[in-house]
């Protein structure tokens, strides 16, 4: 029964601090987070990672993504499909080159190929894969999700899991000396190619349903089914994140009559049980155990320059591709989020003998951090333009 | 990854299964377990009980419960109050008698205390726990959960349980030779006290927030948690089951302004995800691995015996005081369902050595059987008086 209890702490600690978070004018995911901080390990230490929560948090984040795919808007994706690709490379190289850096500044630089250097090229590694789940979230929140900016950055997070994936396989690669790197791009592809094509049939599967039987559960249910499927095929079969399928399964449910129903019933679902989970999750995740002073500097240097390079990296390519300063900067920052792919490429690491269990800190503290800082930001950076009163998560009307 | 693939497979049958039992007139929560049946170890093989199932199918139920909890009818809930009481008495001690005979029927008589007795008083014991989920599920279905018949029963069901508890203790008692009933009497007269006394209060702080901020997401949530907690402390503290406390929690609630607003969500979110995984799982706990003959005979005649029982039990108790005879089938058919409790008591058994392990087998037959012949049965009890037309779950209305 303790995961009731669990579920009960969790769910009414984040919604008070996501409503004094708002107090502040914070956004709601900050105080969601804060709030697994404060009940989590580090601090009050009531509630404890457990199976049970990792399994909610993870279908809160399939949801929150598939919620994404089914509001994007296909003409903005395909307008920004070239572009977004380019960023998602800024925002993958440059933090993977500073990365390395940093590392063998702190502990001593190795010629290409030594273990000095390969350890460094993993550092760098860790900070390339985006999680746009919170971005996604806050930009929900003031409404400008599908927006060009907002669908800029939700396609350039999707491929740039792609580019990172592909890295770390290269990396690893090199210093097991047989990297098949070939093999891991034929996945992605194939995923790609069957997600497209099947989405094809499913669309038409969708739509004649929706026709015979619009505003019914079977259509929310097929639909949650379909994204769930997705979600496992992409991680099971072909290498690629979870979340990029239910992603994927909502842009292709996107155009769908019901859409928006579908959306509502998945909406209502996900905030009454699942996200509070996801983002007081990250929080309950931190814990302070293992710290020195070189691990604590490397640390901050390592948050900074990982939030640092991606916003140099898809700042300047999104300049050079033609948006305005002020939207490089959103893109850039809303690239910043890392999320639990960081961690898994981390466990990787660990694995093959690339990193040691030390450096899980910092790139926790890097989840946080970017988790914490990036919803600010953009809430700054939005906040300026959007003339109309950003429309409250809470206030939600009833459609 | 793979409770992503489980969930994805539980959804997809159980609504399929739900539709065809729709066609077939059957209830839909029929096609569910058939669903888990089909999927399940005793088939297909194809899912398997997981914690995460387990943990699912709990918060199903409790959501459940705590829907039927919120749509109660306060005034009708205290004119059958008495009748209830007396109901769920009958409902005790008829298929207590009833299957201590049986047990000593097939395994030989033994005089009063002897451990054939004891053992045939135990068989009877597991008989006596009703559990109503089902019969709400399908009394939603049709429209008449709140009216005079529905109400009886459910609150029937929730004294049944205490009762339950009680005799288990009791026997328990009789056999280790201290029976400590009296903490257990006091223990559930305790939680009733606490959880009318605390419902007074919460109820004023719900209306406080309900007038503040009516139709808001804090209100849903708040309430959810509200039913979590109450769950969890009814089994943790009061050995109660969690089901009963999530039905007061919901009872507390029930005359709130926007209480359908957050039955409206929580019905959502049940409908969605958890519900489903709840009936299906119930198929899902089916395996035929240890049958012989004689315990087949013994099982067809448990399963009549324990659901006979509590139609002749309840129905007999419902008509003398003073319901028609229809009504009375009603009843005693709506109280035959059993569910984990039985399990539960029977597990408690085989720790005490009241139950060898074989007679798992019967209880989940009877499970599996009540569970989907009482909703057939009580379909064509109420049909026959619905004139209206019977309110389906699949266009359920945007409310």
Same mark, same amino acid.
């Given at each position: 029964?303790?995961?009731?209890?669990?579920?009960?702490?969790? !769910?009414?600690?984040?919604?008070?601090?996501?409503? !004094? /978070?708002?107090?502040?004018?914070?956004?709601?995911?900050? %105080?969601?987070?804060?709030? %697994?901080?404060?009940?989590?390990?580090?601090?009050?230490?009531?509630?404890?990672? *457990?199976?049970?929560?990792?399994?909610?948090?993870?279908?809160?984040?399939?949801? !929150?993504?598939?919620?994404?795919?089914?509001?994007?808007?296909?003409?903005?994706?395909?307008?920004?499909?070239? =572009?977004?690709?380019?960023?998602?490379?800024?925002?993958?190289?440059?933090?993977?080159?500073?990365?390395?850096?940093?590392?063998?500044?702190?502990?001593?630089?190795?010629?290409?190929?030594?273990? *000095?250097?390969? =350890?460094?090229?993993?550092?760098?590694?860790?900070?390339?894969?985006?999680?746009?789940?919170?971005?996604?979230?806050?930009?929900?929140?003031?409404?400008?999700?599908?927006?060009?900016?907002?669908?800029?950055?939700?396609? /350039?997070?999707?491929?740039?899991?792609?580019?990172?994936?592909?890295?770390?396989?290269?990396?690893?690669?090199?210093?097991? #000396?047989?990297?098949?790197? %070939?093999?891991?791009?034929?996945?992605?592809? !194939?995923?790609?190619?069957?997600?497209?094509?099947?989405?094809?049939?499913?669309?038409?599967?969708?739509?004649?349903?929706?026709?015979?039987?619009?505003?019914?559960?079977?259509?929310?249910?097929?639909?949650?089914?379909?994204?769930?499927?997705?979600?496992?095929?992409?991680?099971?079969?072909?290498?690629?994140?979870?979340?990029?399928? /239910?992603?994927?399964?909502?842009?292709?449910?996107?155009?769908?009559?019901?859409?928006?129903?579908?959306?509502?019933?998945?909406?209502?679902?996900?905030?009454?049980?699942? /996200?509070?989970?996801?983002?007081?999750?990250?929080?309950?995740?931190?814990?302070?155990?293992?710290?020195?002073?070189?691990?604590?500097?490397?640390?901050?240097?390592?948050?900074?320059?990982?939030?640092?390079?991606?916003?140099? %990296?898809?700042?300047?390519?999104?300049?050079?591709?033609?948006?305005?300063?002020?939207?490089?900067?959103?893109? #850039?920052?809303?690239?910043?989020?890392?999320?639990?792919?960081?961690?898994?490429?981390?466990?990787?690491?660990?694995?093959?003998?690339?990193?040691?269990?030390?450096?899980?800190?910092?790139?926790?503290?890097?989840?946080?951090?970017?988790?914490?800082?990036?919803?600010?930001?953009?809430?700054?950076?939005?906040?300026?333009?959007?003339?109309?009163?950003?429309?409250?998560?809470?206030?939600?009307?009833?459609?």
């Amino acid at each position: 029964m303790e995961f009731i209890r669990d579920l009960a702490i969790i !769910l009414i600690a984040a919604k008070f601090f996501s409503i !004094l /978070a708002r107090h502040f004018n914070l956004p709601e995911v900050v %105080g969601e987070i804060v709030a %697994g901080l404060l009940i989590g390990p580090s601090l009050l230490g009531i509630v404890h990672e *457990t199976d049970f929560i990792d399994q909610m948090a993870e279908i809160g984040v399939i949801m !929150l993504m598939f919620e994404a795919g089914l509001t994007t808007d296909m003409k903005k994706l395909k307008e920004t499909g070239l =572009k977004a690709t380019l960023i998602a490379c800024g925002g993958v190289f440059i933090p993977l080159a500073l990365g390395a850096i940093l590392y063998m500044a702190f502990y001593g630089f190795g010629p290409v190929g030594s273990e *000095t250097f390969m =350890k460094g090229l993993f550092i760098g590694t860790i900070m390339t894969a985006t999680s746009v789940s919170i971005t996604v979230a806050v930009l929900k929140e003031m409404g400008v999700l599908n927006g060009y900016v907002g669908t800029t950055i939700t396609s /350039a997070a999707i491929i740039d899991d792609v580019i990172g994936i592909i890295v770390l396989t290269f990396v690893i690669g090199l210093k097991s #000396g047989n990297a098949n790197t %070939g093999e891991i791009i034929l996945k992605a592809v !194939l995923f790609f190619a069957v997600a497209i094509g099947l989405g094809l049939i499913i669309f038409r599967a969708f739509k004649w349903l929706d026709s015979r039987y619009t505003h019914t559960r079977r259509i929310s249910i097929t639909s949650l089914v379909y994204c769930l499927a997705m979600a496992y095929i992409a991680e099971t079969y072909f290498g690629i994140a979870d979340i990029t399928g /239910a992603y994927v399964a909502g842009v292709v449910l996107c155009n769908l009559q019901d859409e928006s129903y579908v959306e509502r019933r998945i909406d209502i679902t996900s905030y009454m049980v699942f /996200a509070p989970v996801f983002f007081a999750g990250i929080g309950l995740k931190v814990s302070f155990e293992h710290m020195d002073l070189k691990l604590l500097l490397f640390s901050a240097a390592f948050v900074i320059v990982a939030m640092g390079g991606k916003v140099l %990296g898809c700042g300047l390519v999104g300049r050079l591709t033609g948006f305005k300063g002020k939207d490089s900067l959103k893109i #850039g920052s809303g690239m910043m989020t890392r999320g639990e792919v960081a961690l898994i490429t981390a466990q990787k690491g660990l694995a093959v003998g690339l990193l040691t269990a030390d450096f899980f800190t910092p790139v926790i503290l890097l989840i946080l951090c970017s988790s914490i800082f990036t919803p600010i930001i953009l809430k700054k950076l939005f906040h300026d333009e959007t003339t109309v009163k950003v429309p409250m998560r809470e206030s939600n009307p009833v459609k």
